[in-house]
């Protein structure tokens, strides 16, 4: 049972990450069209904050 908990439980994170990650693309396309500059320094603080 213990096992089959905690496999639930990574898949459950899993496909929050993914929803994540789909929410943040819809986001990027839709700052694209409106404002350029602006998401061009989205992404640039968004990979430094990542490394």
Not at 2 to 8: T, W
Not at 20 to 36: G, L, M, S, V, Y
């Amino acid at each position: 049972m213990k096992i089959r908990h905690l496999l639930l439980l990574v898949a459950v994170c899993i496909a929050i990450a993914l929803v994540e990650d789909c929410i943040r693309q819809n986001a990027r396309r839709k700052f694209a069209e409106t404002k350029p500059a602006v998401s061009i320094e989205m992404s640039s603080s968004e990979t430094t904050k990542s490394n």
